[in-house]
Structure formats: C-alpha cells, structure tokens
C-alpha cells in the first residue's frame, strides 16, 4: 500500500521447491485475506495481512508452511479505520494476534486439498511489536501459551479438542534510537504445541549481525541502512 511496506521470501532451491497446484503450476507465496472479523470484540480487519509461502525438502518430502507477519505498532487514527475503536493500540497488537494464532493458523495448517500434500510443519513468524515475559522484557506482551477454541476464541485454559499455540524466541531484538543497545523482545515464532512431537524444538534465537557485518560496520551504520531489528532464526528437525 502507500507505505511502501511488504513481504518477502528467499529460499534456497537446492533445498527446496514450491509445491504444485492441481495443474502442475507453482504455488507462490500469497497474502493471507481469509478471516473472520467480529466488531463487537475488536477483531477488526489486519492492519498489514499476513504472507503465507509454503515449501517442500528435497531430501525428506516434509512440508514447511510460513505465516510471515508485521503485527500493527501504533493505533491508527480513527478516519483511517473503518470502525470506532474504544481501545488503544496494546489491545489491538494482541487482538491482531489472536487472528493470526486463532483463525489463520489453523486454516493454513490443517488445508488439505492439493495433489501430494504432506503432512506439514506450519510457522507464524515477523514483528509481533509484543514481548515474551521469559525475557524480561517489558509490557505489551505476548502468551508464550495460548489456547483457542475450534472457532478461533482465546481460552483461559487448555480443553478436549482445543488447540494450543506455542510462542517462542525470548531474545533481545530490536535496537533503541537513542543508544547502541537493544530494546526490545518483539521477533517471535508460533506453531501448534503438537509439533513438539516432530521436530519444531529446536533452537530459536537472534543473530547478532552487527558485529558479523564488515569490519567497518557500527550500530547506528546498521540501524540506518539495515534494520532496526536483528534477524531471528528457528531450527526445525524434519
């Protein structure tokens, strides 16, 4: 849109490929635009809808499905939604959440109506601009557990039937404006509590790619011309 904003993905062909459709045709990563939205609760459209890429290992036929989103920082003026909100911007970061984790997770993990579909491991990951409390972080946060009904509702707890999403990567990611230091614990990754069982245990953490960037490079060099964030990274075993 007018902000210039997007998503991308960038993978390596030797190690993986794009599934097929029906007609043999390559399944490119797409936004994400299939939700419900309910006034009344706050759950209102996504300000930034998610991109969803899904990829095959050659080596071993599993399926990895990425849900990448850039969760809203600041409420926007009223004129620029479509609904009067009677909340600020914290409620509506974890309303955005809720979305994603209870309704779009669960429609993009559990399709399954393309030609050879593998079982698959499925990832919500980018900027949640929430904080994991395990890293001691500050507030606005993030449940580390989070529970839902088969309609998309958060729970207070587990029940039969219900499925549970996992939120993991409890560094320092963000870098302040101020000072040469990190801010925030706002990059995460989610996935269903079940993927334990396979694989999705593995380490989650940030690179430090200031200090790994050419021997000229600086914080505020970095924070200018790169990112005011620092790459973060899941490891899956499949």
Not at 83 to 111: C, H, T, W
Not at 112 to 138: E, F, H, M, W
Not at 145 to 169: H, K, M, P, W, Y
């Amino acid at each position: 849109d007018s902000r210039g904003e997007g998503y991308a993905f960038l993978w390596n062909t030797e190690k993986f490929i794009l599934l097929k459709d029906e007609n043999g045709n390559d399944i490119y990563p797409r936004i994400w635009r299939n939700y419900k939205t309910n006034i009344e609760d706050g759950m209102i459209r996504l300000i930034r809808e998610p991109c969803v890429g899904r990829f095959i290992t050659k080596d071993r036929k599993a399926e990895i499905r990425l849900i990448t989103t850039h969760i809203v920082y600041g409420k926007p003026k009223d004129d620029n939604l479509s609904v009067e909100l009677d909340f600020g911007s914290i409620k509506m970061r974890q309303n955005e959440f809720k979305i994603l984790a209870g309704q779009i997770y669960p429609r993009v993990s559990q399709y399954a109506k393309d030609v050879n579909c593998t079982a698959p491991y499925t990832i919500i990951l980018g900027d949640y601009n929430l904080n994991l409390r395990q890293s001691a972080s500050s507030s606005p946060y993030v449940p580390e557990i989070a529970c839902f009904d088969s309609r998309g509702r958060l729970l207070e707890e587990a029940e039969n039937g219900d499925f549970v999403i996992r939120t993991v990567q409890t560094e320092l990611s963000t870098l302040k404006t101020d000072t040469d230091e990190l801010a925030n614990n706002y990059d995460h990754f989610s996935y269903d509590i079940s993927l334990d069982k396979k694989g999705v245990t593995g380490h989650a953490g940030a690179i430090d790619a200031i200090k790994q960037g050419n021997s000229d490079s600086s914080f505020n060099t970095y924070r200018s011309d790169v990112s005011d964030h620092l790459p973060v990274y899941i490891e899956i075993n499949v």
